[in-house]
């Protein structure tokens, strides 16, 4: 098996320093550090949301593979930083004001980083005009929101609404979501995006950022 292979299957395993390990052992044998990535951790993380999209896996055991893929890119990144590679694209992402729930947030963060998005997470009770501001700052292409109260769904309209404001909205894809949320509902305060889970949602993302 590959040393690439054999990183994947670690990192699905969540075995953070095996992970960690191999992905040292594979720069000392002079692989290039985008194709550690791409082909080991980033393999592996496909793997693992596709599974979790299955309910073929829990939240833990993406927590834990999570972790794993961390340690692999810890190493990698000063060196993918000093390659000049690029993250796929920009996202930037919270819970809308109001709303103080973050695990649905951290899968789909998680799961984004996994499809090699650079995820700029601001929280929770994020109001509107932070994520537009920070759009604009970071100069992302999409905008992910997500509420779990029926009471903050709402709040989703305002983001959509501070985008227009400011001036951005043609130039942002702004992605809902959370138990609540539905596709009507997306399209109901003019979003772009609806998915029902965080796996959908990373693939998405990805999507648009490249351009499909």
Do not use: W
């Amino acid at each position: 098996m590959s040393i690439l292979n054999e990183i994947s299957q670690y990192l699905q395993q969540g075995r953070a320093k095996n992970v960690k390990e191999l992905v040292q052992k594979a720069i000392d044998e002079g692989i290039a550090p985008q194709t550690i990535l791409e082909e080991g951790l980033l393999a592996g993380m496909s793997v693992v949301g596709e599974k979790f999209k299955n309910n073929e896996i829990y939240v833990p055991d993406v927590l834990i593979a999570a972790r794993a893929m961390n340690a692999g890119t810890e190493i990698l990144k000063p060196l993918l930083v000093s390659g000049g590679v690029k993250a796929v694209g920009k996202v930037v992402l919270g819970t809308v004001k109001g709303d103080l729930h973050d695990i649905g947030k951290n899968l789909v963060r998680m799961m984004m980083e996994g499809k090699g998005l650079e995820v700029i997470d601001l929280g929770i009770d994020v109001p509107a005009e932070k994520f537009v501001q920070t759009a604009i700052e970071q100069n992302a292409q999409i905008i992910a929101c997500s509420a779990l109260l029926t009471t903050t769904m709402g709040e989703m309209k305002n983001v959509v609404e501070a985008a227009v404001k400011a001036g951005i909205r043609d130039k942002v894809t702004i992605m809902v979501g959370g138990a609540p949320v539905t596709e009507n509902f997306c399209k109901s305060i003019g979003a772009d995006i609806y998915t029902a889970d965080a796996a959908s949602a990373a693939d998405e993302a990805a999507k648009v950022c490249k351009g499909q």
